[in-house]
């Protein structure tokens, strides 16, 4: 039986010591604990933080990279342990949010809001082919004020996204909304 995946995005910067690097590797680490596979987009910062706490707490750590746009990144983190290599960072985004059974975005940039957005989206339009649409976590208030903004803005349901502001929190609702899609 597969275990259910949980895609976290994240930056690729930070360092161990930092807060945002720290509540990485603790969410990777609570998420194994939980029962979850994670997969990262497998580079440095939060996605090594991320997979580093899983694979320290014996999970199943998925890393997808795109070579062919990050050349002076030769490989995953130490931590990969399935290592899936996209062709475009489309692709890359799509295969994250395509073998998970929630999304999670920690703080970022502009690489994380586009990930986050797309995750949006397909929960979204999910409702179309009548299928459930899959959780979409984010943890922080830059996310919280953006999604608020988006979705008065641009007139879309707010509500497919739960801000958090913890990565225990986040933790959380994919515990119950998760464990409640994958046994029901």
Request: aromatic letters at 6%; charged letters at 20%; a negative charge.
């Amino acid at each position: 039986m597969r275990l259910p995946t949980v895609t976290v995005f994240g930056s690729s910067v930070g360092s161990p010591g930092e807060p945002d690097y720290d509540d990485a590797v603790e969410l990777g680490r609570l998420l194994a604990e939980a029962g979850f596979a994670v997969a990262t987009g497998g580079y440095d910062g939060l996605m090594e933080a991320v997979s580093s706490g899983a694979g320290d707490a014996g999970g199943s750590v998925t890393g997808v990279t795109a070579p062919e746009v990050f050349p002076h990144r030769p490989s995953p983190n130490r931590w990969v342990q399935v290592h899936v290599r996209a062709a475009s960072l489309t692709e890359r985004i799509h295969e994250l949010v395509d073998i998970s059974d929630a999304s999670i975005a920690l703080p970022g940039s502009i690489g994380t809001f586009t990930e986050l957005m797309v995750a949006w989206n397909l929960a979204f339009v999910a409702r179309f082919s009548d299928k459930p649409p899959h959780p979409v976590i984010t943890v922080g208030p830059l996310w919280e004020d953006l999604v608020s903004l988006l979705g008065e803005r641009l007139g879309t349901d707010a509500g497919l996204v739960t801000c958090v502001d913890t990565v225990g929190e986040a933790v959380d609702v994919v515990k119950q909304r998760v464990r409640t899609a994958t046994t029901s």
